[in-house]
C-alpha cells in the first residue's frame, strides 16, 4: 500500500508517517476476559473481537501501513471446549463471506497462513474464494494466521528442505536464511516491524517464531474487543520512540 498523502489525512499529528511501521502484527488475546467481565457468554467477546480486528485493519489503511498479521486461531486452540471451536470456524467463514465484497472495495488483499487442510471443507472454500478473489487487490495485504503454530511451521519447512537435499535438488551448504523462509507459509511476505499483544500476557504464544526476530514488541493491558484507534495511537508513539538496531551498535 503506498503512503499517499490522501491516504494520510487522519494521521495524528505527533507521529511520524516516514517512520511508521510497514508490516504490523497482532495477538488478539481477551475476548473471553472480556465476555465474562461483562457476564456475557465467551463467544459475545470474540464477536465484539471481528470488530476490533476491522477496526485496526482499517485504521492501519487508513494511516498508510501496508500489511496487518493477525492470529486468528492457532493449532492450541483445538484444545478449547468443542462448542467454542465449532463457533469460532462458523464465525470465521460467516465474516469471509459477509465482509468479501467490503474487502474488494477497498482493495484489501486477504491471504491465510497455517495448516488450512485441517479446517472445515465449507471454511477451506471460503477461504480458497476469498484469497482468489482479492489476489489481484492493490490495497493493504491481510494475512490471517489461522490454525497457525509457529514451531510445526519451522518443523515443515525443516522437512521440505530436507526432502530437497535427499532427492539432490540443492546441497546442505546451500541452505541458508533466505533459502529458509522461502519454505514457510509467509515465504513472499515482509517480517513484521512491530508485534502487538493485548491482555497484558508477556509471551509470543508460538507465533511468527522466526518472523518475530527482530520485531519491536508492544504489549498492552488492554482487552482485544476495546482496542481501537487510541490504543493502536499509542502503540505506534511507543514504536517511534524505539531504536531498530538489529543487533548492531551505532557509531
Not at 457476564?39 to 489503511?61: I, S, T, Y
Not at 490471517?144 to 515443515?156: D, H, K, L, M
Request: glycine letters at 6%; a negative charge.
Amino acid at each position: 500500500m503506498t503512503t499517499q498523502p490522501s491516504l494520510l489525512q487522519q494521521l495524528p499529528p505527533d507521529l511520524d508517517a516516514n517512520r511508521l511501521p510497514k508490516q504490523v502484527a497482532v495477538i488478539m488475546d481477551g475476548n473471553g476476559r472480556w465476555a465474562r467481565q461483562r457476564g456475557f457468554p465467551r463467544v459475545m467477546g470474540h464477536r465484539k473481537g471481528v470488530d476490533a480486528l476491522k477496526g485496526l485493519l482499517r485504521c492501519c489503511r487508513d494511516w498508510g501501513i501496508g500489511g496487518l498479521t493477525a492470529y486468528a486461531f492457532s493449532t492450541e486452540n483445538w484444545g478449547r471446549p468443542s462448542e467454542e471451536v465449532d463457533f469460532l470456524m462458523t464465525l470465521f467463514e460467516r465474516v469471509l463471506q459477509r465482509e468479501l465484497a467490503e474487502m474488494m472495495t477497498e482493495q484489501v488483499r486477504i491471504r491465510f497462513v497455517g495448516n488450512l487442510i485441517a479446517l472445515p471443507e465449507s471454511l477451506q472454500s471460503a477461504i480458497a474464494q476469498a484469497m482468489a478473489q482479492t489476489a489481484d487487490n492493490t490495497g493493504i495485504e491481510f494475512t490471517v494466521a489461522t490454525n497457525y503454530g509457529g514451531r510445526q511451521e519451522i518443523i515443515s519447512a525443516c522437512r521440505a528442505i530436507a526432502q530437497e537435499v535427499q532427492k539432490g535438488e540443492i546441497t546442505p551448504e546451500q541452505v541458508n536464511e533466505e533459502l529458509f523462509a522461502q519454505h514457510l507459509y509467509t515465504a513472499d511476505l515482509p517480517d513484521p516491524d512491530l508485534l502487538i499483544r493485548t491482555s497484558g500476557e508477556m509471551r509470543l504464544s508460538n507465533f511468527l517464531l522466526w518472523q518475530l526476530a527482530y520485531a519491536e514488541i508492544y504489549v498492552t493491558d488492554t482487552l482485544w474487543p476495546d482496542f481501537d484507534r487510541a490504543a493502536f495511537h499509542q502503540a505506534l508513539q511507543s514504536y517511534q520512540q524505539r531504536d531498530r538496531r538489529f543487533g548492531k551498535i551505532h557509531q
